[in-house]
Protein backbone atom coordinates (compact mmCIF):
# COMPACT_ATOMS: atom_id res chain seq x y z
CA UNK A 1 0.00 0.00 0.00
CA UNK A 2 2.85 1.85 1.12
CA UNK A 3 4.51 1.30 -2.55
CA UNK A 4 1.08 2.63 -4.70
CA UNK A 5 0.78 5.58 -2.00
CA UNK A 6 4.67 6.66 -3.24
CA UNK A 7 3.94 5.85 -6.87
CA UNK A 8 0.69 8.18 -6.91
CA UNK A 9 2.52 11.29 -5.29
CA UNK A 10 5.39 10.76 -7.71
CA UNK A 11 3.61 10.65 -10.89
CA UNK A 12 0.91 13.87 -9.02
CA UNK A 13 4.38 15.54 -9.00
CA UNK A 14 5.19 14.96 -12.32
CA UNK A 15 1.57 16.14 -13.69
CA UNK A 16 2.81 19.20 -11.48
CA UNK A 17 5.85 20.21 -12.99
CA UNK A 18 4.87 18.69 -16.74
CA UNK A 19 1.69 21.53 -16.25
CA UNK A 20 3.81 24.47 -14.89
CA UNK A 21 6.44 23.81 -17.67
CA UNK A 22 3.46 24.22 -20.29
CA UNK A 23 2.40 27.20 -18.62
CA UNK A 24 5.66 29.07 -18.82
CA UNK A 25 7.33 27.05 -22.39
CA UNK A 26 9.86 25.91 -20.70
CA UNK A 27 10.97 22.85 -22.71
CA UNK A 28 13.95 20.88 -21.91
CA UNK A 29 13.84 22.32 -18.20
CA UNK A 30 10.73 20.89 -17.47
CA UNK A 31 11.33 17.42 -18.98
CA UNK A 32 14.27 17.59 -17.01
CA UNK A 33 12.48 17.99 -13.67
CA UNK A 34 9.93 15.83 -14.51
CA UNK A 35 12.20 12.86 -15.12
CA UNK A 36 14.37 13.99 -11.58
CA UNK A 37 11.23 13.97 -9.90
CA UNK A 38 10.67 10.43 -10.93
CA UNK A 39 14.21 9.39 -10.35
CA UNK A 40 13.85 11.04 -7.16
CA UNK A 41 10.90 9.23 -5.88
CA UNK A 42 11.91 5.76 -7.39
CA UNK A 43 15.34 6.72 -5.73
CA UNK A 44 13.54 7.06 -2.41
CA UNK A 45 11.27 3.17 -2.88
CA UNK A 46 14.75 1.67 -3.43
CA UNK A 47 14.23 1.00 -7.57
CA UNK A 48 17.75 1.59 -8.49
CA UNK A 49 16.87 0.47 -12.32
CA UNK A 50 13.81 3.09 -12.60
CA UNK A 51 16.30 5.74 -11.05
CA UNK A 52 18.85 5.54 -13.34
CA UNK A 53 16.74 5.50 -15.87
CA UNK A 54 14.84 8.43 -15.07
CA UNK A 55 18.29 10.22 -13.98
CA UNK A 56 19.71 9.41 -17.58
CA UNK A 57 16.39 11.40 -19.23
CA UNK A 58 16.57 14.17 -16.72
CA UNK A 59 20.30 14.42 -17.53
CA UNK A 60 19.95 14.79 -21.35
CA UNK A 61 17.52 17.13 -21.16
CA UNK A 62 19.28 19.33 -18.73
CA UNK A 63 22.17 19.42 -21.09
CA UNK A 64 19.88 20.39 -23.68
CA UNK A 65 18.28 22.79 -21.32
CA UNK A 66 21.81 24.56 -20.61
CA UNK A 67 22.33 24.88 -24.37
CA UNK A 68 19.17 26.55 -25.10
CA UNK A 69 19.33 28.82 -22.31
CA UNK A 70 22.66 30.40 -22.32
CA UNK A 71 22.44 32.50 -19.00
CA UNK A 72 21.09 29.36 -16.83
CA UNK A 73 24.74 27.45 -17.25
CA UNK A 74 25.93 28.00 -14.02
CA UNK A 75 22.56 26.36 -12.84
CA UNK A 76 22.53 24.11 -15.33
CA UNK A 77 26.11 22.88 -15.02
CA UNK A 78 25.43 21.91 -11.27
CA UNK A 79 22.01 20.44 -12.07
CA UNK A 80 23.72 17.75 -14.62
CA UNK A 81 26.59 17.96 -11.42
CA UNK A 82 24.13 16.47 -9.51
CA UNK A 83 22.70 14.14 -12.19
CA UNK A 84 25.75 12.31 -13.27
CA UNK A 85 26.40 11.77 -9.38
CA UNK A 86 22.56 10.08 -9.12
CA UNK A 87 23.37 7.81 -12.31
CA UNK A 88 26.48 6.50 -10.51
CA UNK A 89 24.93 6.17 -7.21
CA UNK A 90 21.94 4.45 -8.77
CA UNK A 91 24.39 1.92 -10.98
CA UNK A 92 25.67 1.17 -7.74
CA UNK A 93 22.17 0.50 -5.77
CA UNK A 94 22.06 2.81 -3.87
CA UNK A 95 18.72 4.56 -4.32
CA UNK A 96 18.65 6.72 -1.57
CA UNK A 97 22.26 8.94 -2.43
CA UNK A 98 20.74 9.07 -6.07
CA UNK A 99 17.71 10.68 -4.71
CA UNK A 100 19.91 13.06 -2.74
CA UNK A 101 21.69 14.28 -5.57
CA UNK A 102 18.42 14.19 -7.36
CA UNK A 103 17.16 16.78 -5.28
CA UNK A 104 20.41 18.52 -5.56
CA UNK A 105 19.73 18.66 -9.34
CA UNK A 106 16.07 20.00 -9.25
CA UNK A 107 17.13 22.32 -7.09
CA UNK A 108 19.16 24.12 -9.74
CA UNK A 109 17.34 23.44 -11.99
CA UNK A 110 14.48 25.86 -10.56
CA UNK A 111 17.25 28.38 -9.77
CA UNK A 112 18.12 28.22 -13.23
CA UNK A 113 14.56 30.54 -14.36
CA UNK A 114 13.61 28.33 -17.25
Not at 23 to 49: C, I, N, Q
Request: hydrophobic letters at 35%; glycine letters at 8%.
Amino acid sequence: MRTLSTVIVAGTFALFIGTQAWASDAGHTSDAMEHAGESKAHGEMGHAKEALSHAKESLAHAKEARDDHAASHKHMDEAIKHLDEAIKHAEMGHGQESAKHTQEAIKHMRESGH
